[in-house]
Antibody, heavy 121, light 107 residues
């Protein structure tokens, strides 16, 4: 059974940094790309980033490019999202999600339950 | 970035109704489009990928169609559990972008 569990959210001051983690189980972790998607309170979904199965290819959304970095540790079945220079508009639930196909980057199928990041002084 | 325009933004319907939601891409995206359902307080759930392929485990009352710039999600006979918010997402090029969402409410 596929499980994705995000952690690391919380309240952080503007301008500070935060690292989110996403632990995975129930499938061959090293074969899949992972995405991060966020949802501000009461708003729609925003695609944030993707990282290929081998960690080589990384792509970012326009609103976060330059401030975030995605990484993964295949030995720990974990992906990470590092966010720097946080702004109030980064306040959102952050979801990690796996790609549907192995060794590809395409649509997302399984999602974690999300972790809430609140940027506030 | 490719813009996805989803309509309507909200929709009221009754159990048993047939409804259609549309997404229009600002440029051609072949069939690189998925549809997601999100119930309140839950993570999204993939319904359709590659514009028209039903994800495993998703009821057959859901269907998708389209190619290029215009896409539709149809629910043939609404069930109580279908009242939720629906999003399209293109995966044609980076960055991916979602439609604004359609909130489906009970009439």
């Amino acid at each position: 059974q596929v499980q994705l569990v995000e952690s690391g959210g919380g309240v952080v001051q503007p301008g500070r940094s935060l690292i989110l983690s996403c632990g995975a189980s129930g499938f061959t972790f090293s074969g899949y790309s992972f995405h991060w998607v966020r949802q501000a309170p009461g708003k729609g979904l925003e695609w944030v980033a993707v990282m290929s199965h081998d960690g080589v290819n990384k792509y970012y959304g326009d609103s976060v490019r330059g401030r975030i970095t995605v990484s993964r540790d295949n030995s720990k079945n974990t992906v990470y999202l590092q966010m720097n220079s946080l702004r109030a508009e980064d306040t959102a639930v952050y979801y990690c999600a796996k790609d549907r196909e192995m060794f590809a980057v395409g649509e997302v199928d399984y999602w974690g339950q999300g972790t809430l990041v609140t940027v506030s002084s | 970035a490719i813009q996805m325009t989803q309509s309507p933004s909200s929709l009221s319907a009754s159990v048993g109704d047939r409804i259609t939601i549309t997404c229009r891409a600002s440029q051609g995206i072949l069939n690189d489009l998925g549809w997601y359902q999100q119930r309140p307080g839950e993570a999204p759930n993939l319904l359709i990928y590659s514009a028209s392929t039903l994800q495993s485990g998703v009821p057959s009352r859901f269907s998708g169609s389209g190619f290029g710039t215009d896409f539709t999600l149809t629910i043939s006979s609404l069930q109580p559990e279908d009242f939720a918010t629906y999003y399209c997402l293109h995966d044609h090029t980076y960055p991916y972008t979602f439609g604004q969402g359609t909130k489906l409410e009970i009439k």
